[in-house]
């Protein structure tokens, strides 16, 4: 009988071999102080410009609460995009057909293992990074008032976020695996849908997700980490290891969509769409990532505002983060094809990078502004501020689209752990989105704020049309090569 704790160590050393293979071998080794850096420069940044450590680390908390829910999201994947990201392997998740190992015992190992792996490559970098703020929070400005109490002070409070923080992960993880648990039980994905809405709203509404995301008490922390272990041994009894999803048929679509898309003479646009669309999960799967961006989103505003005793502008403030979404709809539009695939045919990468920027148009764009609309249902402002939040999400998603095919190409999920280009990356987006969501928690905002912000949208959007542009050269360069 192989012991839990021999399968736990082939699954971590799976797990790292996994992505330093994947994600460029020794440098994905220090993929770790890269979160430690953007965490110290993030934090003290932010306060610079008059952003309360509250506030800072309030948002940290969300931010690693959207980050589980996204990594438990992978599932809805399905094995469809996992054969054509990782080539032809075989992973020991996937061996209990023809090993004696229990598919609920091996599962629950592994969601273990994804728990403990993220919060020491990434969690523990965030917290450690989060010690500044800890010491301005404390009142020390330099190195002349530092002591050896107040350090410790620092460390034992980093210490309690990351453990706040490794319940907040295990949380939104364990949230999409119990989604993803009914799911082979046959539940309607829209009924999955409305229910993580309805989760989101319920705890926005009763503020449990302001104690969540609040000071690292015993209380907040200790639910999270119950209701997360509760959920999992709810969604492990519930899973169903041997369901398949039921075959579909599809209909000869693709000529229609193609003559329906003007200009589509290569049919390159239309076999995105179709690839996203007959893939696990369809179109539902950039409107979930939309969905839980919001529902993050709108409950830090009311967090915040106790903080900082201002609310921010609801156009400007949703207009520049929605915008992010735009990675994760360019994500699932790449997910299904190898770049290689077109090298035999007589399409240049310049042609398909403007065949995915087409088709993100059709997908990714109303995706972003379907769920602006919803935030300002919910967060009425102005109409000088929601034409304004407007222009940004049209000007940022084309930016964050932009700016991933220019440093990602046709694989960014890969350079997610490609330490260069995500720092990259990172750098690139908060220059963009940091200055807007500033602008936006200043009184009114004025009417010069309004018109620079309608401004830069218009700056972003033509940027991020040119990054495109120039992505599709550099990588049929880069690919011939």
């Known amino acids: 009988m192989v012991s839990d704790r021999h399968l736990f160590g082939v699954l971590w050393r799976e797990e790292v071999r996994l992505h330093a293979e994947l994600f460029g071998g020794g440098r994905f080794l220090t993929f770790p102080l890269v979160i430690f850096a953007l965490a110290i420069g993030g934090g ?5 410009t008059g952003t309360g450590p509250d506030a800072v680390l309030t948002g940290v908390r969300a931010l690693t609460l959207a980050f589980g829910l996204y990594a438990g999201t992978a599932g809805l994947v399905g094995s469809d995009a996992m054969e054509n990201l990782l080539g032809d392997v075989t992973l020991l998740l996937s061996t ?21 792996f993220y919060a020491l490559a990434f969690l523990l970098p965030l917290a450690a990074g989060s010690i500044p703020l800890f010491l301005l929070d404390a009142g020390v400005a330099g190195l002349d008032g530092l002591s050896a109490s107040v350090a410790g002070l620092a460390l034992a409070e980093a210490a309690r976020l990351w453990i706040q923080t490794t319940a907040l992960f295990a949380l939104g993880m364990s949230v999409t695996f119990g989604l993803i648990a009914l799911r082979t039980r046959g539940t309607p994905r829209w009924i999955l849908v409305a229910t993580l809405v309805a989760l989101a709203l319920a705890a926005w509404a009763t503020g449990v997700a302001g104690d969540a995301l609040g000071s690292p008490t015993v209380g907040p922390v200790l639910g999270s980490a119950v209701f997360a272990l509760a959920v999992s041994a709810g969604a492990l009894g519930i899973y169903d290891s041997t369901y398949q999803p039921p075959s579909r048929s599809a209909t000869a679509q693709f000529r229609d969509l193609s003559a329906w898309i003007p200009g589509d003479d290569d049919g390159i646009v239309a076999r995105s769409l179709l690839e996203l669309a007959r893939s696990s999960g369809g179109f539902v799967k950039p ?10 989103v709108g409950g830090l505003v009311g967090i915040v505002e106790a903080i900082v005793g201002v609310r921010p502008a609801p156009g400007v403030f949703f207009g520049s983060v929605l915008g992010l979404s735009a990675f994760t709809t360019y994500t699932w539009l790449t997910m299904f094809d190898e770049p290689e695939s077109y090298l035999v045919l007589p399409l240049s990468a310049t042609d398909v990078l403007a065949a995915k920027r087409r088709a993100f148009l059709i997908v990714g764009l109303p995706t972003s502004l379907v769920a602006y609309a919803v935030a300002l249902a919910i967060f009425p402002t102005s109409l000088a501020d929601a034409a304004a939040g407007a222009t940004l999400v049209v000007g940022f998603s084309l930016y964050v689209f932009g700016v991933t095919t220019a440093l990602a190409g046709f694989d960014p999920n890969e350079f997610l752990f490609d330490v260069v280009r995500f720092a990259a990356f990172s750098v690139a987006i908060a220059a963009v989105v940091v200055p807007p969501v500033i602008a936006s928690f ?5 009417l010069w704020v309004l018109g620079a912000t309608v401004s830069g949208g218009g700056v972003l959007a033509v940027v991020g049309y040119g990054l495109s542009v120039w992505a599709g050269g550099y990588w049929e360069r880069t690919l011939r090569e």
Do not use: H, I
């Open 44 to 48: 003290l940044g932010l306060t610079l």
């Open 96 to 116: 209990t057909e023809t090993l004696p190992l229990s598919p609920r015992r091996l599962l629950g190992l592994f969601l273990l293992k994804d728990g403990c």
């Open 287 to 296: 409107l979930v990532s939309a969905t839980l961006l919001l529902a993050v």
């Open 442 to 446: 200043l009184p009114g905002p004025p």
